[in-house]
């Protein structure tokens, strides 16, 4: 098992001085995965939630609220492309194409020392696709939910030169699924339902030329294009506790984005290897909500909607728009150092960010109303960080004691300077044992809708950076089929950056605060059996994490996580069945919610559990025919709303696909 993020060097993970997972296009191909970031449900101590727009919130070890979106560092072949804006990976970048990604690695816990700001609970890391042979293959998949996909993929040598292309389109139709809600001012229950509709196309291509103990040339692109409808809404976050969305309460997203990297390596002497690394890229993003509701919390008759309106606006659609550029440049030398047994690695660029035309629109629903526009305060604003890395790992006693060492310099055109340490001792016990202590410190710089505000949300232009030290106890085995892992964490987060109420401020509106110090501990637990004849993967997690501030739990992450899958292949009849298992333990609805200045404490939702089984069969050489049972029993799982919707979020419904891929 090799792995890169931890190091900039691809090492053994009982090497690696992080707690890192790998995912590969197996793993996502035996669970029937149709979200790219859902197939991080299967990893010990991470959940995923919902969000505006479609896209998906990711926690790591705890902490989930509205704000998982942002502190994970999202990269695409080494190019970080979490926005200025929002500071997320996640929004703009809703669902990218399985069928363009060959591997996924997974830092879970810090990650500032290499990858700067975003990277402060953990690292998520796409590599796109490519292939050390020639092929072409072909995959599709249409199931009974509405939901159908096409992928493809090109892989050509012609001497030094290889080209790797790939493309993955799909969409889901209405889902429907329903949600409960109560009429605000009365005990009245309604129910009414999202579609959870979206198409996208994702597009990744890579050209190689020369030799890696030359020179080598390595380019790339990724072309991606979202648009969903019917997704999660506004909920009750900024309400007080109120679904004035009532039967609308969804929102609709779309988005554009477009990545162009370059890199020049060289090998030197000594063995340093020299590279020089280019990127840029650019998105548009655009939400939707419907409040044409909000009429209801209005006059009979109303003409002045400020004074008649409890919400100070009448029914509208609101549309929030922006579009980023970003360019990013490095130079980056790296040795392993025989006669030192030291590998090392210095790297020092910069980073521009622009946001460009930014805007709220509030589209009228309403006849005695016009309706307004606006550009945000942050529309035109940009960010230079400039930054210098250096991380080293010395090994003794050939290599059975190593320890790790580093840190990385960031410094902001606008808040400042920040140095990220990391240490580390690895006992490499022999050559399949490995235990560790690891200690990392990230921060998270206040990105422009927290320091300006948009619409409702208040800016805070005095907020100070977020810091986080992590602790890690690792033990690690890893030898021919089976691999094995436990982790102990402690965590300490300081001055976070949370989104809350004040009674100060009108209905409605929020503003964002440091909110002093959170916690966070607990124990991961994976084990991997792998043969070509049996698979078994598992994994579980117990994590509490607390605001020590206002003692209080955040208790939309689930305190256990468990998850199994077990698989076998019939070889003299070339059929494979697997069977996967994903349990969340002691969650609750959605975070905690300020109502009136108190913390009102959301409701338990029953423990999830879902089932999905993978059949498939080698037809021949070149065709392979499987079948997808989503949430077997057809259970009704829900998840937890990290915006304070109702009754939590409902999970899929069963769902049968049937699908087939064509290799040449």
């Known amino acids: 098992m090799k792995v890169t993020v931890a190091s900039g060097f691809e090492e053994s993970a009982l090497d690696a001085a992080s707690s890192v997972s790998l995912i590969t296009r197996s793993d996502w191909e035996r669970r029937g995965v149709k979200r790219n970031t859902k197939i991080l449900d299967m990893l010990p101590g991470v959940a995923t939630y919902s969000t505006w727009g479609g896209a998906d919130a990711i926690a790591i070890r705890g902490y989930?609220?509205?704000?998982?979106?942002?502190?994970?560092?999202?990269?695409?072949?080494?190019?970080?492309?979490?926005?200025?804006?929002?500071?997320?990976?996640?929004?703009?970048?809703?669902?990218l194409g399985l069928g363009t990604l060959n591997r996924i690695e997974v830092i879970r816990g810090p990650g500032s020392t290499l990858y700067g700001s975003d990277a402060f609970h953990g690292v998520l890391s796409?590599?796109?696709?490519?292939?050390?042979?020639?092929?072409?293959?072909?995959?599709?998949?249409?199931?009974?939910?509405?939901?159908?996909?096409?992928?493809?993929?090109?892989?050509?040598?012609?001497?030094l030169h290889r080209l790797n292309l790939a493309m993955d389109v799909r969409a889901q139709g209405s889902q429907d699924l329903s949600y409960d809600y109560t009429v605000p001012g009365t005990s009245l229950k309604q129910t009414s339902g999202r579609a959870l509709s979206y198409d996208n196309y994702s597009f990744s291509g890579n050209y190689q030329y020369g030799d890696e103990d030359e020179w080598l040339f390595d380019a790339g692109l990724y072309l991606?294009?979202?648009?969903?409808?019917?997704?999660?809404?506004?909920?009750?976050?900024?309400?007080?506790?109120?679904?004035?969305?009532?039967?609308?309460?969804?929102?609709?997203?779309?988005?554009?984005?477009?990545?162009?990297?370059?890199?020049?390596?060289?090998?030197?002497?000594?063995?340093?290897?020299?590279?020089?690394?280019?990127?840029?890229?650019?998105?548009?993003?655009?939400?939707?909500?419907?409040?044409?509701?909000?009429?209801?919390?209005?006059?009979?008759?109303?003409?002045?909607?400020?004074?008649?309106?409890?919400?100070?606006?009448?029914?509208?659609?609101?549309?929030?728009?922006?579009?980023?550029?970003?360019y990013q440049s490095e130079l980056e030398f790296k040795q392993k150092n025989e006669a030192l047994n030291t590998q090392w690695v210095v790297s020092l660029g910069r980073r521009l960010s622009k946001i460009g035309n930014a805007s709220i629109e509030r589209a009228s629903t309403s006849a005695v109303w016009e309706g307004t526009y606006s550009e945000p305060a942050y529309s035109g604003k940009q960010r230079d960080i400039n930054h210098l890395l250096f991380q080293a790992r010395t090994s003794f006693r050939e290599g059975k004691y190593n320890f790790v060492y580093g840190a990385r310099f960031d410094d902001y055109s606008d808040v400042g300077s920040h140095i990220s340490?990391?240490?580390?001792?690895?006992?490499?016990?022999?050559?399949?044992?490995?235990?560790?202590?690891?200690?990392?410190?990230?921060?998270?710089?206040?990105?422009?809708?927290?320091?300006?505000?948009?619409?409702t949300?208040?800016?805070?232009?005095?907020?100070?950076?977020?810091?986080?030290?992590?602790?890690?106890?690792?033990?690690?085995?890893?030898k021919g089929a089976w691999q094995a892992e436990v982790v102990l964490f402690h965590s300490s987060w300081d001055e976070a950056i949370t989104l809350s109420g004040d009674p100060a401020l009108?209905?409605?509106?929020?503003?964002?605060?440091?909110?002093?110090?959170?916690?966070?501990?607990?124990?991961?637990?994976?084990?991997?059996?792998?043969?070509?004849?049996?698979?078994?993967?598992?994994s579980a997690s117990y994590v509490e994490s607390e605001n020590k501030n206002k003692n209080i739990d955040y208790v939309a992450f689930p305190k256990v996580i468990a998850n199994l899958g077990v698989g076998y292949h019939w070889h003299d009849y070339g059929f494979t069945a697997f069977l996967n298992q994903r349990l969340q333990f002691q969650q609750y609805e959605s975070d905690y919610l300020s109502v009136g200045g108190e913390l009102q404490r959301p409701e338990r939702?029953?423990?999830?559990?879902?089932?999905?089984?993978?059949?498939?069969?080698?037809?021949?050489?070149?065709?392979?025919?499987?079948?997808?049972?989503?949430?077997?029993?057809?259970?009704?799982?829900?998840?937890?709303?990290?915006?304070?919707?109702?009754?939590?979020?409902?999970?899929?419904?069963?769902?049968?696909?049937?699908?087939?891929?064509?290799?040449f």
């Open 64 to 95: 989930a609220t509205e704000l998982s979106v942002r502190g994970v560092a999202t990269l695409i072949d080494g190019v970080p492309v979490n926005t200025f804006s929002y500071g997320s990976g996640q929004y703009d970048k809703a669902n």
């Open 126 to 159: 796409y590599n796109t696709y490519r292939s050390d042979h020639d092929e072409l293959s072909f995959s599709s998949e249409v199931d009974s939910s509405d939901y159908a996909r096409v992928d493809g993929q090109l892989s050509q040598t012609s001497g």
């Open 224 to 326: 991606y294009d979202y648009d969903a409808s019917g997704m999660v809404g506004s909920g009750t976050h900024f309400f007080s506790g109120n679904t004035f969305q009532l039967d609308k309460e969804t929102s609709d997203g779309s988005a554009t984005f477009q990545m162009y990297r370059a890199e020049l390596s060289k090998r030197f002497g000594y063995g340093v290897d020299v590279a020089v690394k280019t990127s840029f890229w650019k998105n548009r993003q655009q939400w939707r909500f419907d409040n044409s509701r909000f009429d209801a919390f209005c006059a009979p008759g109303f003409s002045d909607p400020g004074a008649e309106c409890l919400l100070g606006l009448p029914g509208h659609i609101a549309i929030q728009n922006t579009e980023e550029k970003h």
């Open 421 to 455: 340490p990391r240490l580390g001792f690895i006992y490499r016990q022999n050559n399949h044992w490995s235990h560790k202590a690891l200690y990392g410190n990230a921060f998270r710089a206040p990105m422009a809708l927290e320091l300006f505000g948009v619409a």
């Open 457 to 478: 949300v208040v800016g805070n232009k005095s907020l100070e950076p977020e810091e986080i030290d992590t602790y890690e106890l690792v033990t690690q085995y890893l």
């Open 506 to 538: 009108p209905p409605g509106f929020a503003i964002y605060r440091n909110t002093g110090k959170n916690e966070s501990k607990g124990l991961e637990v994976s084990a991997n059996y792998i043969t070509d004849t049996w698979v078994v993967q598992s």
């Open 605 to 663: 939702v029953k423990d999830y559990w879902r089932t999905d089984l993978h059949l498939a069969h080698q037809y021949s050489a070149h065709l392979k025919l499987f079948m997808n049972f989503q949430n077997v029993f057809g259970r009704h799982n829900v998840k937890p709303s990290v915006y304070n919707s109702e009754n939590g979020i409902a999970d899929d419904e069963f769902a049968l696909a049937l699908g087939s891929t064509v290799t």
